[in-house]
């Protein structure tokens, strides 16, 4: 179930942020529905741990090797969750953020997702 979401800009890039909870199937039917609604999109990058069965994933969908998802599981595992998974659909807006940047912007995009 898709129970959080919401965006942000970093220099011109667009991070919109979904949290989704409930099971491994479901969370995989939200990110085919999402990747659906933007297919305009750069990057559909995503991350989630369910515990039963155990299985931990996460995606940088052709961002540099862990600036997207393993941020976006840092957070998750930080907070305690479990399952639950958080996809970032990012939107390129011409400035190159750089691995600090990308990872900045992830991480900052997670967490908004994991609120409350």
Do not use: W
């Not at 989704?20 to 999109?41: C, P, R, T, W, Y």
């Amino acid at each position: 179930m898709l129970t959080n979401f919401g965006e942000i800009e970093i220099k011109k890039s667009r991070f919109c942020f979904y949290r989704i909870d409930g099971s491994i199937d479901e969370f995989i039917s939200q990110l085919e529905n999402l990747k659906a609604q933007h297919k305009k999109a750069t990057h559909v990058c995503f991350a989630y741990s369910f515990s039963s069965p155990f299985e931990e994933k996460c995606s940088d969908d052709g961002e540099p090797k862990g600036t997207a998802g393993q941020p976006i599981l840092s957070v998750i595992k930080k907070k305690g969750l479990t399952n639950v998974g958080v996809v970032v659909v990012r939107y390129f807006g011409g400035i190159k953020l750089g691995a600090g940047g990308l990872v900045r912007a992830y991480t900052k995009s997670a967490s908004e997702a994991l609120k409350g």
